[in-house]
């Protein structure tokens, strides 16, 4: 099922997710939906906070890019309660999107290594160090869980020329090929 993807403005966005157990209802149609949505919004990572839940679970598919990358061929992976224990390497500049950011593209740096512990969809735990576009895509994600997003990690100036993009999501209007949930009141 196509969920709604919540929209700059919409509370839920800057509030941190909690960890979830083993038996968290539905989980496994939930992580569907999610891969579905993502899919659909044509997004290569998608975290519960972004279509209204408040919980540690977020889904990736590199798979788009595997002919320009083919060692993301068949990568698409669940992270569930993951946790940031280090981030250290070089910091790169990259241009990032947000699927609850539409229209909106900057460059944010970011640690190019991270070592992680997070539990698969079967909820096995796993602990380990991720490099390179991987961790800056993890990242990004583990900010939404955080209560973060992806505009915070860029300059004051450059906040203030987006402004006028971010009053008008905040005002409902958000301009996207894909189901969303702005922070107007229907």
């Known amino acids: 099922m196509i969920l709604p ?16 157990s083993a038996d968290y209802p539905d989980l ?8 579905e949505t993502m899919g659909k919004a044509d997004g290569v990572g998608l975290a519960a906070p972004q279509v209204g839940l408040p919980i540690r679970v977020l889904v990736i598919d590199l798979t788009p890019l595997a002919d ?15 946790h940031i224990l ?3 390497g070089d910091e790169t500049a990259m241009e990032e999107g947000c699927l609850s950011l539409p229209g909106i593209h900057e460059t ?11 539990h698969d969809e079967e909820f096995t735990l796993h602990e380990e160090v991720i490099e ?3 961790a800056r895509v993890l990242q990004h994600e583990l900010d939404h869980l955080e ?40």
């Open 108 to 118: 944010v740096k970011r640690l190019n290594r991270i070592r992680l512990r997070y």
């Open 28 to 35: 496994k149609q939930l992580v569907a939906d999610m891969f």
């Open 68 to 82: 320009e990358h083919p060692e993301f061929k068949d990568f698409r992976k669940t992270y569930i309660n993951a």
């Open 5 to 20: 993807i919540y929209v700059y403005g919409q509370p839920i966005l800057r509030r941190a997710a909690a960890d979830i």
């Open 147 to 186: 209560g973060k997003m992806f505009i915070d990690h860029i300059s004051p100036l450059r906040k203030q020329m987006i402004k006028g993009k971010l009053n008008a999501m905040l005002k409902g209007k958000a301009h996207c090929n894909y189901k969303v949930k702005t922070s107007r009141k229907s």
């Open 132 to 134: 390179g576009y991987l």
């Open 86 to 88: 280090e981030a250290d």
